[in-house]
């Protein structure tokens, strides 16, 4: 041991590392590499440069987290991510690692991400001379017959040296004498037992006992060596040794079979008599006590039974030897080999690894994006070994091998999209080929993560308001709203209002848009006189990187109050005041036409619908005014008694629910025929002057009123009908009405008949509760209509 530690330590002074590239395999993300390091070798020792050898870009190392895929055990090695070298992480002793076998080889899996790779590395550990060959025990005592004959083989106890190769033990020496030689059998593994050869007869009578010292040597350099003494003690009589009827004993024996199965059962003679021809069987000196907890042999008929649990994936042979002995005085044996075969049955289920696996996946990655690296194994062998991987649920996912066949890639195998399906539960099945066959299932969830895939919807496409003038400004008339199918910011909307130069999008400047909620509202009070509708968009982004957005028109409709009073437009004198005088002759007959007031409202349906009616007059009996035309006649024919000047005050007021009003005052003087006839021609030319301009006024002002509320009747017709069936109705012409400045349209939806009536309206017409103040509901003309006073 002082020895060992003295060269160890050299060996630690003087480390180095073998590195070998055997070879390296490429295909897809996939290759092999080989290195060799000695044992002992201290902590931190540079085993090679990965990177370099597979020309892997150091830069890309960290970022791509490269590294080794640990196991249940410490790791015997790590990988820097900054230059790519391997480095032992602690000293390794070869025979506490791999015992005896050899090559001694440590297979490392490192892995690569962003694109996956993955490497492995295979690393030899090379044996060094740090045991020396030890004998179990300092002195061996042989009893041999003096009738032994020259060539007898007698059994020694090997030696053992835990170094393998050229560091075990090559040769056995004996001690200089004149009876013995060293004879060596290899068994293969570094087994060598040395066998004492009997070369001269022995005398006991000469030499009762002879001291003998055997020395193993190993093969290193310098070499290591171990002694035993042997005492051979010369026997008398019994002179013949036992003899096995085979020369090699085999058996085959499936695994798991019960204990106390007979493997085989061996047998051996012996020609001598009595005693000295009974034999017992035993197992040889040298079988490993792991063997002898494995199988056991009956002493007097040589079965070899099983005694404990027989595991082809721990040991596929067992070899040792069996004995007979005599029961002579000095009982005589004989050695001989069993090979005991084990024959694998399908016991083990396939064991499923995941080395690396991403939680979730963007919902627009690409076909045959890896989700999950996952490693298969079976420690049965054979068929019952050979795996077969599947994906249990229908999803879209994938399984892809790789070249070695026990690593598998999940992939997409279609397009994802959170907004269907947002978790996926991915079912790995492997099962072996075995009878029967053993499977092994392994679930993983798969979380879709979402991208700004949508666009935010509106509730409805266009909007449509409607607004009633003189609105408060800075109050929130309407609100707009929109939906994202996409999660978190990707769905977190916020509004604002398109603004342009364009002549019908000026309005939208006197708008406002709560960014959050879509409430919106007016900077300013419309007037429905100026302005009977408008139109301007909304356009909804969401906060996605890079956002999405979409817009929406929303048509604002402007509903009439009664705001304006009546003007009258005649009579009208010349300051301003509205007053007149009308001569008569007094010889008209009754349905005389006097005069006509005119007057105008700007508002529209009831609240312009003007009615005339006599607020004051001198003679109830003489005149007669039209509620509707606003023509003032007479009612009979005068006479002598009736004054000659009366005075009519006329009350002109709209229909609104606050009625406005306008009064006018017509002074009709009564003159004889020729005075009427010489003051009418002087007049005329004057009345004909101002009506003229008075007409010429009225027709602009009618003009300008019809053509803006037709325009505004057509849009409001067109947008009914686009938005929904429901609405769609049949226009009639309506007739039934009179006056000289009224406009309307009718249209039918269900029961009911709807007017959207210009000042004037039909006299049948009927105004529907709750209705807004220009549209009314006409009565069924299959009833009696009742004129309206």
């Known amino acids: 041991m002082e020895q060992r530690g003295g060269k160890a330590s050299t060996a630690q002074r003087r480390w180095f590392a073998f590195v070998v590239v055997l070879d390296v395999l490429w295909s897809g993300a996939f290759a092999q590499i080989r290195y060799s390091i000695s044992e002992d070798v201290r902590e931190g020792t540079v085993v090679g440069n990965i990177a370099k050898d597979l020309g892997l870009d150091k830069s890309a190392l960290k970022e791509r987290r490269y590294r080794i895929v640990a196991g249940s055990t410490e790791p015997l090695f790590q990988v820097n991510q900054n230059d790519g070298i391997l480095y032992l992480k602690r000293s390794i002793d070869r025979e506490e690692v791999c015992e005896r076998s050899s090559p001694c080889l440590i297979n ?17 550990i090379l044996d060094i001379n740090d045991h020396a060959p030890v004998f179990p025990e300092k002195e061996k005592r042989l009893e041999i017959s003096e009738s032994a004959l020259p060539g007898a083989r007698f059994q020694l106890q090997a030696a053992r040296d835990p170094d393998v190769g050229q560091f075990s033990i090559q040769q056995y020496r004996l001690s200089h004498n004149d009876h013995f030689r060293v004879e060596v059998k290899d068994r293969g593994e570094d087994r060598k037992v040395p066998y004492l050869v009997l070369q001269r007869q022995l005398d006991r009578e000469t030499a009762g006992n002879h001291k003998l010292r055997l020395t193993a040597i190993d093969g290193g350099k310098p070499a290591k060596s171990g002694d035993i003494d042997i005492i051979v003690n010369v026997l008398d009589v019994n002179d013949n040794s036992p003899v096995f009827t085979k020369e090699v004993y085999s058996a085959s024996l499936k695994e798991n079979v019960p204990i106390g199965t007979v493997v085989i059962q061996v047998n051996a003679t012996d020609l001598d008599q009595g005693a000295n021809s009974e034999i017992m069987y035993s197992f040889g000196k040298e079988v490993d006590s792991k063997i002898m907890d494995l199988f056991g042999i009956e002493e007097d008929t040589g079965e070899i039974k099983v005694t404990g649990q027989i595991d082809f994936e721990k040991s596929k042979t067992y070899e040792f030897d069996i004995q007979a002995s005599d029961k002579g005085p000095v009982p005589l044996t004989t050695d001989k080999s069993v090979v005991i075969t084990v024959i694998d049955v399908n016991d083990n289920a396939p064991e499923i ?21 996952i490693s298969v194994s079976d420690f049965d062998s054979g068929i019952n070994g050979k795996v077969i991987c599947t994906i249990k649920q229908d999803v879209p996912f994938t399984l892809s091998p790789s070249l070695q066949g026990s ?24 099962k072996d080929s075995g009878q029967p066959s053993y499977l092994t299932e392994k679930t993983i969830t798969v979380g879709v993560s979402d991208v700004n895939d949508n666009s935010p919807e509106f509730f409805s496409s266009p909007y449509t308001f409607y607004i009633t003038e003189n609105n408060m400004p800075g109050v929130t008339m309407f609100s707009v709203k929109a939906s994202d199918r996409d999660d978190r910011d990707n769905a977190l909307i916020s509004y604002h209002i398109l603004r342009d130069a364009n002549e019908n999008n000026k309005l939208s400047s006197f708008l406002n848009i709560n960014s959050e909620t879509g409430d919106i509202l007016a900077l ?38 009664n705001d304006n009073a009546p003007v009258i437009l005649y009579p009208v004198r010349s300051n301003g005041s509205a007053e007149g005088v009308e001569e008569i002759p007094r010889n008209v007959n009754a349905g005389h036409l006097v005069t006509k007031v005119r007057a105008y409202d700007a508002d529209i ?28 006649r007479t009612l009979r024919s ?7 000047e009366h005075k009519l005050v006329i009350l002109v007021k709209d229909n609104g629910n606050v009625s406005l009003s306008a009064t006018a005052i017509v002074t009709v003087k009564v003159v004889e025929p020729k005075e009427a006839f010489a003051a009418s021609d002087v007049k005329s030319a004057a009345k004909d002057d101002e009506d003229n301009n008075v007409t010429f006024y009225l027709m602009i002002t009618l003009g300008s ?10 849009v409001l017709i ?19 009405y009179d006056g000289t400045l009224c406009h309307s349209i009718q249209y039918r939806s269900g029961d009911k008949r709807y007017m959207l009536v210009g000042p004037r309206m039909s006299i049948g017409s009927t105004i529907v509760p709750g209705s807004h103040a220009n549209t009314l509901v006409l009565p069924d003309r299959r009833r009696t209509s009742e004129e309206m006073y």
């Open 524 to 561: 300013k009070s419309f007037d429905f006189e100026t302005l009977k509708t408008f139109q301007f968009q909304v356009v909804a982004t969401d906060s996605g990187s890079p956002s999405l957005s979409s817009n929406v028109t929303v048509n604002v409709f402007i509903l009439d109050q």
């Open 605 to 632: 349906g009831y609240n312009g619908w003007l009615l005339f009616s006599l607020q004051e007059v001198t003679d109830h009996s003489l005149f007669g005014l039209d509620r509707y035309t606003g023509q003032i």
């Open 705 to 714: 009123v019809s053509m803006l509320f037709l325009i505004s009747i057509i």
């Open 638 to 644: 005068f006479t002598d008694t009736d004054e000659a």
């Open 353 to 373: 690894e995941v080395t690396s696996f991403s939680s979730s996946v963007e919902e627009d990655s690409k076909i045959a994006t890896t989700v999950a690296l």
């Open 718 to 736: 067109a947008m009914q009908c686009s938005k929904s069936p429901d609405y769609t109705s049949k226009y009639l012409q309506e007739t039934n």
């Open 108 to 124: 490392l899996k490192t892995v690569l991400e962003n694109p996956l790779e993955i490497h492995y590395v295979a690393v030899e």
């Open 407 to 430: 690593m598998y890639a999940i992939v997409t195998s279609s397009q994802l999209d959170r907004e269907v399906i947002s978790q996926y539960e991915v079912t790995i099945i492997a």
